[in-house]
């Protein structure tokens, strides 16, 4: 009986030196440091002790043979990468929690190229002395935004804070309280505001803010007024926001800057693809804005990354900031945010080229070709052990980034029969690659959209193996 004379199974386990002569055990002391073999050998032998302790051991688990393989199986999960590539098979284009944006193979080449060499990173090729990290970017957004400059940092969050602990450092700021919103985590203006140092001046009602609210909240304290896309939300109904115009009315009136948080920032017009007209990058500098913040790895498609566009004056401030130096971009982003920034001014333009828009851009065509063929598999495969359909379904663009706006296309769908759809979801999460889904009114939906490269063709395999792992 299991744990019944707890001492005799004590004895039975093999000393750490046997083990280390054990031929798999050799094997690993030729591929890993011994320092390392050793530690797992004894943290393994710890946690037999302790289960006999618990009576959760046999003596079978405790021959020898049972032992070795126990420790190797716990070195190669030590050894595998914690930070896994998955299958996003949500629809959710840009999925937050899992890494938002991917890059074209080109992009992360480029990447690679930079970290693998030494780069002019801060060094000025033509002057033969240092350089500004920020000057490679200048021409490209110029091109792309008709901004005079640009500072790049660590995300949009560091871009917010760094523009208002420049500009509104102890002085007002003017929001309207429909935007002062949280975006999934930890990001919420209110709480910015209050990290960067400035004062947030709230005005108008939750669903209606006035250009008068404005002008009647402006004092001699008054830094910024700004104004932030409410990325995850609508308000809808009996609305009123100020326009882009009269921010800028505003702001040139009384001489104050104006500064909007775009948050997902796009470059180019997206209504071909049946998504409602987001207002661009471009436009907004075009109408007067003076500042504009948005993210690298939203609809822009490229590394995580907070642009900040506009005015010289006031990015210079905001470069010559030490906060700036905190929050600064490393090299690998930069190489990869360059090289997504020129598949912008390539003739083939980027929605072929950039994994999000082209996910984005999918017609429902192409996506039912796939959606059939994975349906087909799985129907001879899983016969009788689940009903498939591929039906209309929904999915995101997420990511705080035209979140409301629905990408229409078809989807399979994976009703188990004997087990619920919850199982096979959890199961689909711990395969090799794990594949992430929704389950929606009793069943498991796979979404082609946002299926990379080939993985239209090995997700019902993945699948069958889920299915496996229930019955077993
Ligand atoms: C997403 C978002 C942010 C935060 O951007 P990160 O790049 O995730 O730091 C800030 N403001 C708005 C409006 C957003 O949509």
Redesign the pocket.
């Known amino acids: 009986m299991a744990g019944s004379n707890p001492e005799a199974l004590f004895s039975l386990i093999p000393s750490v030196d046997k083990i280390l002569f054990h031929p798999k055990i050799q094997r690993l002391l030729s591929v890993y440091s011994s320092t390392f073999v050793k530690h797992i050998v004894t943290s393994t032998l710890n946690d037999l002790r302790n289960s006999i302790r618990k009576n959760q051991l046999t003596q079978e688990n405790l021959n020898f043979d049972s032992v070795v393989d126990r420790i190797c199986v716990v070195a190669e999960r030590r050894l595998r990468p914690n930070l896994l590539t998955l299958v996003n098979a949500t629809g959710v284009v840009v999925h ?1 929690n899992l890494g938002r944006s991917p890059l074209s193979r080109k992009v992360a080449e480029r990447i690679l190229e930079v970290a693998t060499s030494y780069s002019n990173l801060e060094y000025d090729l033509e002057k033969g002395s240092r350089g500004q990290r920020n000057s490679h970017l200048n021409s490209l957004i110029e091109e792309l935004t008709g901004a005079q400059a640009v500072l790049a940092v660590n ?6 804070l760094l523009a208002l602990g420049t500009l509104a450092k102890g002085k007002e700021v003017i929001v309207s309280r429909g935007e002062l ?1 949280e ?1 999934g985590g930890s ?1 919420r203006i209110p709480e910015v505001m209050a990290q960067s140092g400035a004062i947030l001046r709230e005005v108008g009602a939750t669903n209606r803010t006035h250009p008068r609210d404005y002008v009647q909240a402006i004092n001699e304290n008054t830094a910024l007024i700004l104004k ?5 939300y609508r308000i809808i109904g009996f609305t009123r926001e100020i326009s882009l115009d009269e921010l800028v009315k505003i702001g040139r009136e009384y001489n104050l800057p104006t500064m909007m ?4 920032g796009c470059l180019v017009d997206l209504s071909p693809f049946g998504l409602p007209d987001e207002v661009t990058v471009q436009e907004v500098i075009a109408k007067g804005i003076d500042i504009v ?1 948005f ?4 609809l822009l498609g490229g590394p ?3 642009i900040l566009v506009g005015e010289k004056d006031y990015i210079s401030l905001m470069g010559a900031n030490p906060l700036a130096r905190a929050l600064r971009m490393d090299k690998l982003t930069l190489a990869g945010l360059e090289a997504t920034l020129q598949e912008y001014i390539s003739q083939a333009g980027p929605t072929g080229s950039i994994p999000t828009l082209a996910m984005i851009g999918k017609s429902s065509d192409e996506l039912m070709i796939d959606a059939q063929e994975i349906a087909q598999v799985l129907e001879s495969e899983l016969r009788g052990q689940a009903q498939i359909s591929v039906e209309q379904g929904i999915g995101r663009v997420g ?3 035209l979140p409301m706006s629905d990408l229409v296309g078809p989807r399979v769908s994976i009703r188990p029969t004997v087990f619920s759809a919850a199982r096979l979801e959890n199961s689909l999460r711990k395969g090799d690659p794990p594949v992430i889904t929704i389950v929606k009114e009793g069943s498991v939906l796979i979404d082609p959209r946002t299926l990379l490269d080939n993985q239209a063709q090995i997700i019902p395999g993945l699948i069958v193996e889920a299915f496996k792992r229930i019955k077993n």
């Open positions: 937050t995300n949009n969050a560091a871009a917010v919103i975006i990001f932030v896309h409410t990325s995850n948080d775009l948050g997902s913040s993210s690298g790895d939203k995580q990354a907070g990511g705080g980034a």
